[in-house]
């Protein structure tokens, strides 16, 4: 089978938080006026992928991986996870803060939902004048006082507050307590998993009337409850070429701000590409065909390509790999 760049139907969730600006800035075809995520690549159960473009289109991510594996995925992934697709690729509007939140490690999410821990990254594409994110405490907390300031309804003074603008970009490890604030939207690349521990949600009350659920006795062990600057990821933005943004062991993303088209050589990648658009657009090509990407949009170049092709005049794309 010639695998060409696949371009996915996005998966739109309605969220208390969410907002418009999906539609109004990236173009989804959102339907609600709380829509807070679109899943442009997914592999989690119940909510997986579909081929919207070429010939492949109305095919599951499911399906191309049970029936191409290696050849979409690449041998060291197949190995590595299975017939699972290992990221969870999305754009997030938060026109409301999201809930605090932190997500287990690993072996924590094995052991209690037999799932993958959930690191992730993101980067801002768009934020309202002081906007900001909640990343980590902002200091040393025992887990006795964390305890305690949720009891008294204090947590919000232990949280570090850090203002973004385009561009900035944040990688989460797991355990450190987190939130989206109000007037961002960015994109988010994770691992597939969708366990998270919500701790604080403001108190806020669904369209039925009820509090959201919280997490509280899970999350306690949970938390990294030290102070660490190791979020804000410092990258080089320098044009026409590939910036290292993150390299982890679930996924590693560059940044590439292109003023004219670009030649990669991928035979030796092993894994799958996906490539963001979060400015400008562009035509991506392969061994076998090509197709069109532009902001809020997201490509997945199957891993037996053996080079990629970008034809653009401007365009600011995340390169993810594993």
């Known amino acids: 089978m010639d695998l060409y760049p696949l371009k996915f139907k996005p998966i739109l969730k309605e969220r208390l938080w969410g907002g418009t600006k999906l539609k109004e800035v990236l173009g989804k075809p959102i339907e609600s006026d709380i829509t807070g995520e679109s899943w442009e690549l997914s592999g989690v159960e119940g909510d997986i992928s579909e081929v919207a473009n070429g010939p492949l289109a109305g095919t599951s991510l499911q399906n191309l991986m049970d029936n191409h594996g290696e050849a979409l995925l690449g041998k060291s992934v ?15 509007d938060a026109k409301q803060d999201l809930s605090i939140q932190l997500h287990p490690n690993d072996q924590l999410a094995k052991q209690r939902h037999n799932s993958f821990g959930k690191t992730e990254m993101w980067y801002i594409m768009d934020a309202d004048p002081g906007a900001k994110l909640i990343v980590g405490f902002n200091k040393d907390v025992a887990k006795e006082e964390y305890v305690q300031s949720l009891e008294e309804g204090s947590l919000l003074d232990l ?3 850090e203002e973004v603008g385009e561009g900035d970009t944040f990688f989460i490890n797991t355990g450190k307590i987190h939130a989206i604030g109000a007037g961002v939207l960015l994109a988010e690349i994770q691992q597939t998993s969708d366990v998270t521990y919500r701790v604080y949600d403001f108190d806020r009350k669904d369209k039925n009337g009820n509090l959201r659920e919280l997490h509280t006795s899970l999350a ?30 679930y996924f590693k993303t560059n940044f590439m701000e292109l003023s004219q088209s670009m030649k990669q050589d991928v035979a030796d990648r092993d894994s799958f590409t996906i490539y963001m658009c979060v400015g400008g657009s562009a ?11 532009n902001r809020g949009e997201t490509i997945l170049v ?14 600011k794309l ?4 594993i």
């Open 78 to 92: 197949v190995n590595r996870f299975g017939a699972e697709f290992p990221i969870l690729i999305k754009f997030i």
């Open 159 to 161: 949280m570090n507050y």
């Open 220 to 249: 306690v062990d949970a938390i990294d409850y030290k102070k660490k600057d190791d979020f804000k990821v410092s990258y080089s933005a320098q044009t026409d070429v590939v910036n290292e943004m993150v390299d982890c062991p």
């Open 283 to 293: 035509t991506i090509s392969n061994d076998w065909g090509s197709a069109s990407i």
């Open 302 to 315: 199957p891993a037996m390509s053996s080079k990629v092709e970008i034809e653009t005049k401007g365009a």
């Open 318 to 321: 995340l390169e993810v790999t």
